[in-house]
Every structure is written in C-alpha cells, then in structure tokens.
C-alpha cells in the first residue's frame, strides 16, 4: 500500500519503535455534572509518515477527543502522547504553541480563519507566531501556497467574501504554512457539498505524494476508502481497522472486544512464526511486511505456496482443521509485524458471528486448495 512504502523515511524512521504518531494508553474523562465521562478508554494509535488516515465514528465516539490529544489543543488524563519523537505532556502551553506551530498543521469543520484579517494575513499569522521566515519570505510564501490550494486570486479579500470550498482551501494553505509533516483534520469537507469536499480531499491526496503525513476526521464512506487506513472509533475506543475490514460482519462491539484480545507480535526476516508440525492455532494478522507459506513436495523439497501481506491473515487452518495439509509460515526479506488473536478468542467470534465461520470457511478452503497445487507443482516462485 502506498502509505505503507515510508518514502519518506528518515534515519529516526528506521528505527523500529519510532513512529511519527504515537499514543499509548490514552484516556480522557471529561467531568461532567452527571460526574466523569470517559471519553477515550486506553487508545493505542500509531502513524507512520506518508500514511493518510481517516478517522471514522459515529458522533460522540470521541473522535474530536482524538485529534485534541494529537495537536495537544487538549491533553490526556493519563497515557503518551508522542509526536514526531516529542512527548507533549513535557511541554508547558507556551513551548506546546510552538511546537504546533511547527509539526502539526491543524484543519477544522468551520475553517476558523480570522475574520478582520485577510486571506494572505491568515495563512501568515502562524509564520508569525512561530517567527518562522523572514518577513519578505512569508509573503512569497504564503502566495505560493495559496496558489498551491489554488486561491491566490483571492489573497487580499476578507474570508467572508469567499465560498466555503475556498475558505476550507484558506485554512489548508494556513495549515501548511509552517511546512509541518502532519495535517490533522477534523471533519474537514462537512461543512461542503460533494463535489467541493472531493477537490478538498484530491489536495490532501497530493499532499501525502508530496510526503505529508495526514490524519482526517470524516463522516464521508467514500472518502473514507480512498484513504491508506482507516482507523474505526467506537465508545471511545480504537476498533482494530484490519479485523473490521477482514470481517466486516462483526458488530462494533465484537469488534471492540476482540480488538482488546490482539496482541502484537514481530518476526525478524525468514524466522518462522508456525511450524507444519506444531499446532499453535491463532489467527495471525499482518499488520507491516509479508509473510511466506512454504509447504513439501513429496520429494521433500520446499517450495512457497503462498505470499501474504498487510491485512491478511493465516492460522486459521490450524484452528479449524487440527494438524492436516499445513504449511510453514515464515517471515519475509522484510520480517513482519503481526496481531494474533488467541484459540479461544477467535473461536468465540465465530461462535458468535456465523457469516465470519463461513467467510473463514471459505479462506481454509482455498488456502488448502493452494497448498496441495504448490505440493504436486513442487516449483517455488
Ligand atoms: P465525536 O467527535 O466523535 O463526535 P467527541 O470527541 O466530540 O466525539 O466527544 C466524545 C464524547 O465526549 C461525547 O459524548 C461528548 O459529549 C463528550 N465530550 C466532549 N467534549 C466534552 C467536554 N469538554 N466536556 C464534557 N464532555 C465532553
Ligand atoms: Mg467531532
């Protein structure tokens, strides 16, 4: 997927544990008069540069929470947050301004542009407040990305005298004046009819070619498939996108609970994660990298039946069929990241969801179909 390729990758990048967004055990409760509301129970959330993704929830999920907690408008009651290697909860409210300023170019529903200032004076004022450029320089600056966004011509009017379309690209521009590497937008095209809100997203889709890192806010289905990963908030808690998009009969609570039951695991390049002769029945999510299935020629040689990537699954043989006509999985050139789902998790979702047993069903058959024709072909590939 191309969000995944990190073009941009940096020396920080390679390092494994390092992601452009990071939240770990995030939680908000808000206090209410009804008492404390949790509006974000334990999130975990990663994004790596280049990714584009949307956010997607019913309203009151806790999506603008989210993104509060992300451009540190709003901070959590307990958990880490950490942007581009920065942990924002060190940060006093002075030092967190300017480190928005710099590394998070923040979009919202109802634009916010000033309305005494002018077009140009709007999408200055963070260069401004950042003191970043020289004062020639911000001019040009902000010329070109209003050209960018394509309103230049309306660069010395008020916000009033322009459409929606064109103010949502104002707050674009403005967002983009620092040169942060991370947009987050919270509902960005709600506020516009269809055909403007499509112009708005094919500009966020040439920013992350350009290497921009985009989170996005969206009640919009169909934007929401064009993205590289869509993150699914339910109750305050992150639904995982990969099991949502494997088994898209699940309710939102199953998805919830067996989200919980995930664990992560890695693999190193060609270390193998189940073994023909071992019975370790879980289901296996790739999340990062590839895997390999190697199964034996009757000659005992061993050839490749299959190669799986992100979003695909396997062990799931193992834990409907017992031991018969498995493979070894290994890892690929690049190792691989998983998220395993236990025996007895899996099997009470499908338990519990009898159109996933079948959809699972149907998978066991082909993969088995697969293997015996990689068996009697016995040629790798
Ligand atoms: P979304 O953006 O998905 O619609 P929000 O993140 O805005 O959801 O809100 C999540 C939940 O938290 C909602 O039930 C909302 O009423 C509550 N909430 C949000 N902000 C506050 C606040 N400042 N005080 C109390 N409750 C809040
Ligand atoms: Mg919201």
């Given at each position: 997927m191309f969000g995944r390729k990190r073009k941009n990758s940096t020396a920080v990048a390679e390092?494994?544990?390092?992601?452009?967004i990071d939240l770990s055990g995030v939680v908000k409760n808000y206090q209410t008069p009804a008492g404390p509301f949790t509006a974000l129970k334990d999130v975990e959330l990663r994004v790596d540069p280049g990714e584009f993704v949307a956010v997607v929830g019913k309203s009151g999920s806790g999506k603008s929470t989210l993104v509060n907690m992300i451009t540190g408008i709003d901070r959590p009651t307990t958990g880490h947050v950490v942007i581009g290697g920065t942990?924002?909860?060190?940060?006093s409210e002075g030092q967190l301004a300017a480190w928005r300023g710099r590394t998070v170019g923040v979009i919202f529903q109802f634009f916010q542009?000033?309305?005494?200032?002018?077009v140009i004076e709007n999408v200055m004022l963070p260069m401004d407040l950042c003191n970043m450029y020289s004062s020639r320089e911000r001019v040009t600056r902000a010329l070109h990305l209003l050209e960018q966004v394509d309103v230049?011509?309306?660069?010395?009017?008020?916000?009033?005298?322009?459409?929606g379309g064109q103010q949502q690209r104002v707050a674009i521009a403005r967002a983009l004046a620092n040169d942060p590497p991370i947009l987050v937008a919270d509902?960005?095209?709600?506020?516009?009819?269809s055909k403007t809100a499509d112009a708005v997203y094919a500009l966020f889709e040439s920013l992350v070619a350009e290497g921009k890192t985009i989170l996005m806010v969206t009640h919009d289905r169909d934007l929401a498939q064009r993205v590289t990963r869509t993150v699914v908030i339910a109750d305050g808690e992150v639904i995982e996108e990969r099991l949502a998009n494997l088994f898209p009969a699940l309710t939102s609570e199953q998805l919830v609970r067996a989200t919980r039951e995930l664990t992560p695991r890695r693999f190193a390049a060609?270390?193998?994660?189940?073994?023909?002769?071992?019975?370790?029945?879980a289901l296996h999510i790739i999340t990062r990298g590839s895997v390999r299935a190697w199964v034996r020629t009757p000659s005992g040689e061993e050839v490749v039946a299959a190669t799986m990537g992100p979003g695909q699954y396997f062990g799931e043989i193992e834990l409907l069929h017992g031991g018969a006509n498995r493979a070894t999985i290994r890892a690929g050139q690049q190792g691989v990241e998983l998220a395993v789902l236990d025996d007895d998790a899996f099997t009470a979702l499908l338990a519990e969801s009898p159109e996933t047993r079948e959809a699972v069903e149907a998978m066991v058959d082909e993969r088995l179909r697969e293997n015996t024709a990689a068996r009697s072909n016995g040629h790798a590939h």
């Open positions: 390092n494994d544990n390092y992601h452009l942990a924002i909860e060190n940060l542009l000033l309305p005494t200032l002018t230049a011509e309306q660069a010395y009017k008020l916000p009033s005298a322009l459409s509902e960005p095209t709600g506020n516009l009819d060609d270390e193998v994660i189940l073994h023909e002769d071992h019975d370790p029945a």
